[in-house]
């Protein structure tokens, strides 16, 4: 199983990426979709997630201004983020918690991260 990550790049305070993260390999099914980012020197830390397709949750510090999506039959999961801050700067990470057959237990896994610089 592997996960690519795409949409990252440099933004000015106040604009918009949409982050991309699609899994692909052996999968019977999905269990749950996130977005984590890791600041430097910071620790990795939770954006969004969402489970079982619409059960979603997104951290205060970026509620109304990112969205998370997610397209179980296409194994990929978005983040649409909005009104970007200097400080949402980060290496965003994709998460994907796969099944591999049927009756099993979902496995975490993680893409190698997408970068999102916002400067002026």
């Known amino acids: 199983v592997q996960l690519q990550a795409s949409g990252g790049g440099l933004v000015q305070p106040g604009g918009s990426l949409r982050l991309s993260c699609v899994a692909s390999?052996?999968?019977?099914?999905?269990?749950?979709m996130g977005w984590y980012r890791q600041a430097p020197g910071k620790q990795r830390e939770l954006v969004a997630i969402?489970?079982?397709?619409?059960?979603?949750e997104i951290v205060d510090w970026v509620k109304g201004r990112f969205t998370i999506s997610s397209d179980n039959a296409q194994k990929t999961v978005y983040l649409q983020m909005n009104s970007l801050k200097p400080e949402d700067a980060a290496v965003y990470y994709c998460?994907?918690?796969?099944?591999?057959?049927?009756?099993?237990?979902?496995?975490?896994?993680w893409g190698k991260g997408t970068l999102v610089t916002v400067s002026s």
């Open positions: 969402v489970r079982g397709g619409d059960d979603t």
């Open positions: 998460n994907q918690g796969i099944i591999r057959r049927y009756g099993g237990y979902p496995v975490s896994y």
């Open positions: 390999g052996d999968i019977f099914s999905v269990s749950f």
